[in-house]
């Protein structure tokens, strides 16, 4: 696992030098929530988990990625979060939530408060339908964005679905 002597990650819970709305956002909703990782700060963008995988020294399974998607019904905000390595079924989550579609950045900007790349699993401008894939529990640990492309938090899959109230779910492909 990663510590704060990885020399791609800087500051383990210290808010970079300029503002960042949405990391500064996690940041405060984590201790909120009692959540005992602070977000910490990358010294490179990582907005996709193949990024953020290598940025921390992991395993692309390891980055819990934020999907979301819009909600046909009534334009609510879907956030399927799973393993990096793998593929949302549409589906699959269509089946639990209803007919879906793709969501633009400028509706996950809008609902989220986050531009894709940063999409946090907590403190959303608008509380999402969540639902958490399975397959992240494979792991002990998985790392989170924390509301910018720079931020990340590391988290136990079973504190996320506490962190999110969010039910767990079979999700993805394959």
Request: hydrophobic share 45%; net charge negative; glycine share 8%.
């Amino acid at each position: 696992m990663v510590d704060s002597t990885s020399s791609a990650v800087s500051g383990a819970a210290a808010a970079p030098d300029v503002a960042h709305e949405g990391f500064n956002r996690v940041t405060r909703a984590l201790a909120e929530l009692g959540h005992p990782h602070a977000p910490r700060w990358l010294e490179v963008p990582a907005r996709t988990c193949q990024e953020a995988a290598e940025a921390l020294g992991l395993a692309t399974g390891q980055i819990a990625k934020s999907v979301i998607f819009r909600r046909r019904a009534d334009e609510a905000a879907v956030l399927v979060i799973a393993s990096g390595d793998k593929r949302v079924d549409e589906h699959k989550v269509a089946a639990l939530v209803g007919p879906i579609g793709r969501a633009d950045a400028a509706f996950v900007k809008a609902r989220t408060g986050y531009a894709i790349g940063g999409v946090s699993p907590v403190a959303h401008a608008t509380p999402p339908v969540t639902l958490i894939d399975r397959e992240l529990f494979r792991f002990d640990e998985v790392w989170a964005a924390a509301g910018h492309p720079n931020g990340v938090f590391r988290v136990a899959p079973a504190d996320l679905e506490r962190l999110t109230g969010a039910p767990v779910a079979d999700v993805v492909q394959g």
